[in-house]
């Protein structure tokens, strides 16, 4: 099946088919294909076409099929009809497959052809108003007939069929959302014509718009079911042998704690924090007013990004090693961006004199935890070889990364850089996927990159198309953009995305790089301006006792036995994030003595998320320190202790919208 330009195996679950999507059915068996009128979505939500339905968000597949089922099943018998079997299937949809849009939904075309991809973003950026196929053509700078060709290549349809549907999207939500007369309504969406709309409407839609209007008046409240066609004799047989089934549990979750089933072992992370020079590095490590902890970061690396030139002329040998040493006792590793041979000179004889100055590394007696990582942008890679080679003879422990966007820009094939990267065998590799030249460079050169995958989505082909191990790749700038429900970082963090983040990060491994400190940015950072923890902190500390485990892992909790402890991660699905009145139930199955200990910490806006503590105008102000240490204070999430008082007594947990808890049981 292909759904905007997208063509993918079924495999017999369900298809979501959005209004304005373009879809082609290439070969399957006992279809049931299922038409409900755009009205009842909008009488469910008058903002229905500000939304769109993901089908991999979908839980409930088979509950929706079994409704059908036995609403067939009724009709072939002649039974009673359930009258809300359409009122339950739309419930669902909003309920776990609904994602908001920042404007009015428009269709997504799958394709990695550039030039064609810039003519769908010029022809969505006009649909209200009129152009024509030279038009397009003339934008991309290509013949019309090649982009004619295009059309019909990608889409199946021509320039003229694809460009009508758009408008079409646009007056029915005019139709349904106004009262602007039917020859209004074609001038706004950029029809020549009030008589070439209705002919366009009807040709499409098989009614006038006037008669679409005329429907709207006598529809009923409670959507019927009508059957278009006889049911096969082979589809009622397996119809029969289906038993009817309830909705997913999406409200209970019942867990066997001692059915644990590890489906697979976390990767080893690292955790990068940016800092662009020394001095900021400096402010943060000397400076009193901050009392950053970052223990419970994977590894945690220090990333300075800017080695000018004659930083070297400016630093106190004695302060620079006294911050280093500061580091590596705190388990933190150094990592210097190196971009010219210049800066490696000037790094070579800065460790040279660390080491020579600190005895206890130059033995082996502490552990050196410096990293460089070279900038292929701007070093060539035959001076990036020689400097690796130099240092390393000097000490083995020191780690190297190499920055790959320049590789990308230099080589003709991404294959090129995938076979250079596999010569230099470096500990970490550093893409900026969000960067819009990076991932334009990926679409142009290499066929299964496209613009309308998430970052996420890239970076993993990206990995996978190397046959490099996933905990060698850093993402080197981690945004809001990154998380695919957010609309492109227009939309609000929920905690839902963060877990989903960390479990990424724990499935795959390599390195995230993180501001310290937020500012006007997408950026993720860890602290806010004040140097107060931010969830994703919380989300750290909740996590650390899955890391480099076994764990077992579904779409609403995680669980790993460490030290002979249960861990136990609980969160609300990625789906549930619209649902604000949503509640979930875990009944924890055990048996577990009396007097196991239950300690459960819980993370949501009353405990844990310092930006509903402060003022929400977001403008600038001091705030006196004694003041964020009491605000600091309830910027953690709430402990809680249970005795187990009944020997096998099952648990109860109850987890609401937008919130993450942490159970750790301690069995007698």
């Given at each position: 099946m292909t759904i905007n330009?997208?063509?993918?195996?079924?495999?017999?679950?369900?298809?979501?088919?959005?209004?304005?999507?373009?879809?082609?059915?290439?070969?399957?068996?006992?279809?049931?294909?299922?038409?409900?009128?755009?009205?009842?979505?909008?009488?469910?939500?008058?903002?229905?076409?500000?939304?769109?339905?993901?089908?991999?968000?979908?839980?409930?597949?088979?509950?929706?099929?079994?409704?059908?089922?036995?609403?067939?099943?009724?009709?072939?018998?002649?039974?009673?009809?359930?009258?809300?079997?359409?009122?339950?299937?739309?419930?669902?949809?909003?309920?776990?497959?609904?994602?908001?849009?920042?404007?009015?939904?428009t269709p997504r075309m799958s394709v990695n052809h550039p030039s064609f991809t810039k003519a769908l973003t010029f022809i969505n950026q006009h649909v209200l108003s009129y152009i024509t196929l030279s038009d397009v053509a003339q934008h991309c700078n290509i013949s019309e007939s090649y982009c004619s060709n295009l059309f019909g290549r990608y889409l199946h349809m021509n320039f003229k069929e694809y460009y009508t549907t758009l408008k079409l999207c646009s007056a029915l939500h005019l139709l349904l959302t106004t009262r602007y007369s039917i020859s209004a309504i074609a001038t706004e969406i950029g029809f020549t014509s009030h008589t070439n709309f209705t002919n366009q409407f009807k040709k499409f839609l098989n009614f006038s718009p006037k008669q679409f209007r005329i429907r709207l008046q006598n529809i009923v409240d409670k959507p019927q079911l009508h059957f278009t066609q006889a049911i096969p004799d082979h589809l009622l047989s397996y119809i029969n042998q289906n038993t009817r089934l309830e909705q997913l549990a999406i409200e209970?979750?019942?867990?066997?704690?001692?059915?644990?089933?590890?489906?697979?072992?976390?990767?080893?992370?690292?955790?990068?924090?940016?800092?662009?020079?020394?001095?900021?590095?400096?402010?943060?490590?000397?400076?009193?007013?901050?009392?950053?902890?970052l223990s419970y970061l994977p590894h945690p690396t220090v990333l300075i990004n800017d080695l000018s030139n004659d930083w070297m002329q400016h630093l106190n040998q004695n302060l620079l090693n006294l911050s280093i040493e500061k580091l590596f006792d705190k388990n933190i590793s150094l990592a210097l961006t190196i971009k010219s041979k210049q800066q490696f000179d000037s790094v070579y004889q800065m460790i040279l004199n660390f080491l020579n100055d600190t005895q206890d590394y130059k033995k082996h007696l502490k552990q050196v935890k410096f990293m460089l990582i070279f900038d292929s942008a701007s070093m060539t890679p035959h001076d990036?070889?020689?400097?690796?080679?130099?240092?390393?003879?000097?000490?083995k422990n020191i780690k190297y990364g190499l920055i790959i966007d320049g590789l990308l820009r230099h080589f003709k094939t991404v294959q090129e850089t995938y076979d250079l990267m596999h010569r230099m065998n470096f500990h970490f590799y550093f893409i900026d996927i969000e960067n819009t030249n990076i991932?334009?460079?990926?679409?142009?050169?290499?066929?299964?990159?496209?613009?309308?995958?998430?970052?996420?989505?890239?970076?993993?082909?990206?990995?996978?198309?190397?046959?490099?191990?996933?905990?060698?790749?850093?993402?080197?700038?981690?945004?809001?953009?990154?998380?695919?429900?957010?609309?492109?970082?227009?939309?609000?963090?929920?905690?839902?995305?963060?877990?989903?983040?960390?479990?990424?990060?724990?499935?795959?491994?390599?390195?995230?790089?993180?501001?310290?400190?937020?500012?006007?940015?997408?950026?993720?950072?860890?602290?806010?301006?004040?140097?107060?923890?931010?969830?994703?902190?919380?989300?750290?500390?909740?996590?650390?006792?899955?890391?480099?485990?076994?764990?077992?892992?579904?779409?609403?909790?995680?669980?790993?036995?460490?030290?002979?402890?249960?861990?136990?991660?609980i969160f609300n699905k990625i789906n549930d994030r619209y649902l604000s009145d949503n509640k979930q139930i875990f009944k924890l199955n055990n048996r577990l003595n009396t007097q196991t200990q239950f300690i459960m910490q819980t993370l949501n806006h009353e405990h844990g998320m310092i930006a509903n503590l402060l003022p929400q105008d977001n403008n600038p102000r001091y705030i006196e320190k004694h003041i964020l240490k009491h605000l600091d204070r309830s910027n953690y999430p709430k402990t809680e202790l249970y005795i187990q008082q009944i020997q096998h007594e099952t648990r109860e947990i109850t987890l609401k919208h937008d919130e993450v808890k942490y159970l750790c049981i301690k069995p007698t």
């Open positions: 330009s997208s063509t993918f195996d079924l495999d017999n679950h369900i298809a979501i088919i959005n209004h304005g999507d373009i879809f082609n059915i290439e070969q399957g068996q006992n279809i049931v294909e299922l038409r409900i009128p755009l009205v009842y979505f909008y009488m469910k939500d008058t903002q229905f076409f500000y939304h769109y339905f993901d089908r991999h968000l979908l839980q409930s597949n088979l509950y929706i099929k079994s409704l059908l089922f036995n609403r067939i099943h009724q009709h072939v018998s002649d039974e009673i009809d359930d009258d809300d079997t359409i009122s339950k299937i739309i419930q669902t949809l909003f309920k776990e497959a609904v994602v908001k849009h920042p404007s009015l939904y209970t979750t019942n867990i066997h704690i001692d059915h644990f089933k590890p489906q697979q072992q976390t990767q080893t992370a690292t955790a990068f924090i940016r800092f662009n020079t020394f001095n900021e590095l400096f402010h943060y490590l000397f400076n009193e007013y901050y009392n950053i902890d990036i070889h020689l400097a690796h080679l130099k240092l390393k003879n000097k000490h991932k334009n460079l990926l679409v142009d050169k290499t066929k299964g990159f496209t613009h309308t995958a998430t970052h996420f989505e890239n970076y993993l082909r990206f990995i996978q198309e190397s046959q490099i191990p996933s905990y060698k790749f850093v993402y080197s700038h981690l945004s809001k953009r990154c998380f695919k429900y957010t609309n492109n970082g227009s939309l609000p963090l929920q905690l839902s995305d963060l877990v989903c983040h960390l479990t990424q990060l724990m499935k795959y491994g390599g390195g995230i790089c993180y501001r310290l400190f937020e500012d006007d940015s997408l950026d993720i950072a860890l602290f806010n301006k004040y140097g107060s923890l931010k969830p994703i902190m919380h989300l750290y500390q909740f996590v650390a006792a899955f890391m480099n485990e076994p764990i077992e892992i579904t779409n609403n909790y995680m669980l790993s036995r460490k030290d002979g402890d249960y861990h136990f991660l």
